[in-house]
């Protein structure tokens, strides 16, 4: 969706919008920790977010992979940065051939930066020396496909001391066919006001976005402001003085600032703001958090999961739970299905799913970290001591959940930790629930008076020994269902079909019940190819020839991945009597493994 049709619809409701920018990290690791933040932050509301394109055009591949990443994974409306800096025309239709395939319909269009190692602008041969040409060839090649926005310089641009010249600039990019202006950071709010008046007294008539950035500490603030000299009035620096070097007291001060620039922001009818986050995330939800805009669940979590915005997966309401804790790789691996016709996942399975090899199964941290986090396991309990760690939130992540354990899990997170501890791996869970409110803070989801719920579900890692002595005692349980499989493909089950079996869904007022996240076997046996081969990434950490790497060597190869469904969602201690013990037995049993883990 155009966010110029986003920003017609919040105007027309009277509601405060506001939007997000982030910026390519430099390491594969920034990269991941990026995507978590952005996550959590979708929880916030935003309008849209924004990807810089980088200084003198150099992540200019990377801006496009969270373009698309930000729409297909997070369902976050995307606005995609886009500068004339080393661009010729080819690379300026291979970029916007791109966005359009993501489905990212925003292009924020400036003339950017020199490029690394300049002092002063050049264009690139066969590209564009200003904004106003980019947006004239974006508005010519795609007509009104795309919501063009372009920036506004509150205290003029810093290679154009004239300010009226300046204004008159950004009045021709309008012309041109922009559609909304987001301006550069200011601290001077005088200067905004003063700056939205004669835009309007030259006729430019658009959305003007003013940029907001919360002060984080004092050296950062004389650094920022020195990309664009800005203005900081003097009362900023006296009030930063005695504080300066305490960065816990400058965020609150910039958070408190930004609060009441947003408050004067709408004495003067403007009503939405864009934030500068330099990736971080306490302070923006602090303001929001402040301004009473953290907006109600129904409006930021339709589904358990978050929905796709690229065009052919629009009627996607349906999709398998294993990749819970892996949705990027989920979308990617399905990115080629040609539609998701009424939503029924089901009714696609006719493509295959994506090969492996071309989706990058991988550890989402640096080979530095995972040694830090796991050490060097030589026993299986050294493993389960490992999982029950993560389950315990002492161990930031393992290689089948780079993030920690969702806030549904809290009231069974003692129970998955002591399960690991007596040999099962378990690498996903949901509690069961029977007709939350659509509205609760940790398990709702879906339109507001309805009710949702959830079968217990448990997936993990068990010896050949275990399994036996498992699924003999599931054969006693009618409401027990699951599959188990070894990496060779060996499968177990001791469901009678193959049809999916929902594990969550919601019953709304008039509306249809939605299942949007089901158990199915084909879907399952794509899974276990992918979950078996992070056991080799873990491996591949250490030597070939370790203790630690045979270990884990052998478990791949030998282990199976179970998921097992409780079916009678009122019973919400069913699923653990199939591991014999109360938690509170299993605990004194396991009283040494425990107090490692506490």
Known sequence: MKVIDKIKKAESEGRFFYSFEYFPPKTPQGVQNLYDRMERMQRFGPEFIDITWGAGGTSANLTTELVATAQSVYGLETMMHLTCTNMSVDKIDSALKSAKECGCQNILALRGDPPKGQQNWESCEN?????????????????????????????????????????????????????????????????????????????????????????QNYNGLKRVISFSNNNVPQKIWDDLEPIKDDDAAVKEYGVNLTVDFIKKFREIGINGFHIYTFNLERSSRLILERLNLVPPLENIKPLPWNPSLTSKRAKENVRPIFWKNRAKSYVRRTESWDDFPNGRWGDSRSPAFGELDGYGVSLKYPKKECLEMWGEPKTTDDIALIFAKYCKGTVAGIPWSAQQLDPETEVIRQRLAAV?????????????????????????????????????????????????????KISKDPQVTYYAVNKHGDLRTNTQNDQPTAVTWGVF???????????????????????????????????????????????????????????????????????????????KQTKHLFDLIA
Not at 136 to 153: D, E, L, M, S, T
Not at 420 to 434: E, K, M
Request: proline share 5%.
């Open 127 to 215: 590209g564009f020396s200003y904004a106003v040409d980019l947006v004239r060839y974006i508005r010519q090649q795609y007509g009104n496909y795309f919501c063009i926005a372009v920036a506004g310089y509150p205290e003029g641009h810093i290679d154009n001391p004239d300010k009226e010249d300046d204004l008159r600039h950004l009045k021709e990019k309008v012309d041109a066919g922009a559609d909304v202006i987001v301006t550069q950071l200011f601290f001077d709010i005088d200067s905004f006001t003063s700056f939205v008046a004669r835009c309007r007294e030259i006729g430019i008539t658009c959305p003007i976005l003013p940029g907001v950035f919360p002060i």
């Open 420 to 472: 690991n501890l007596i040999g099962y791996l378990t690498i996903n869970s949901q509690p069961a629930v029977n007709g939350a409110k659509s509205s609760h803070s940790v398990y709702g989801w879906g339109p507001k008076n309805g009710y949702v719920f959830q079968k217990a579900y448990l997936e993990f890692f068990v010896s050949p020994a275990k399994l036996d002595e498992l699924t003999a």
């Open 509 to 587: 007022p008039g509306k249809e019940v939605i299942q949007p996240t089901i158990v199915e076997s084909m879907a399952f046996m794509a899974w276990k190819d992918e979950a078996f081969e992070l056991w080799g990434e873990w491996a591949g950490i250490y030597d070939r020839e370790s203790e630690s790497a045979k270990l884990i060597l052998d478990i791949r190869d030998n282990w199976y991945l179970i998921n097992i469904v409780h079916n009678d969602f009122q019973d919400e201690n069913g699923i653990w009597r199939l591991f014999d013990l109360e938690v509170d037995q299993l605990a």
